[in-house]
C-alpha cells in the first residue's frame, strides 16, 4: 500500500513562500494521479492542485492559480507543491493524496472520494 508524508509546512507572513514535499513510498504505475487538498477549520476539505503521471497535465483550483504550482519528481517519488504568494486564507492543513486507475478528468476534479491515501497533512500558516 502507499505511504504518503508530507513536510515543509510552517508559518510565514502573508507574500512569503512555501514549498511542501510529500514522499510516497509502496507507489506502482496505477497511482496516476497526486493531487494536494487542504483544509481550514470550520470549511470543507478542497482540492488545490492535481497532476496526472501519464503526461503531467496540472490542474488547480481558481483560488490558487498563478501562485501554487504543483510538480514531481518521479525518480525520487515525491511530488511538491510550490506556494508563492502566499495570502492569510491560504492558512490550512495541507493534504497529499494519490488517486489508482483513474482518467485525467477524474484526477482533475479532484474530489476527495476518489483518492484512496492520504499523508498526515502539514499546517500551513499565514499571518497578515
Known amino acids: 500500500q502507499v505511504q504518503l508524508v508530507e513536510s515543509g509546512g510552517g508559518s510565514v507572513q502573508a507574500g512569503g513562500s512555501l514549498r511542501l514535499s510529500c514522499a510516497a513510498s509502496g507507489f506502482t504505475t496505477r497511482d496516476v494521479c497526486m493531487g494536494w487538498f487542504r483544509q481550514a477549520p470550520g470549511k470543507e476539505r478542497e482540492g488545490v492542485a492535481s497532476?496526472?503521471?501519464?503526461?503531467?497535465?496540472?490542474g488547480y483550483a481558481d483560488s490558487v492559480k498563478g501562485r501554487f504550482t504543483i510538480s514531481q519528481d518521479i525518480s525520487k517519488s515525491t511530488v511538491y507543491l510550490q506556494m508563492n504568494g502566499l495570502k492569510p486564507e491560504d492558512t490550512a492543513v495541507y493534504y497529499c493524496?494519490?488517486?489508482?486507475?483513474?482518467?485525467?478528468?477524474?484526477?482533475?476534479?479532484?474530489?476527495?472520494?476518489?483518492?484512496?491515501?492520504w499523508g498526515q497533512g502539514t499546517q500551513v500558516t499565514v499571518s497578515s
Open positions: 497532476i496526472y503521471n501519464r503526461g503531467g497535465a496540472t
Open positions: 493524496a494519490t488517486a489508482r486507475s483513474v482518467w485525467l478528468s477524474a484526477c482533475s476534479a479532484r474530489r476527495p472520494e476518489v483518492f484512496g491515501y
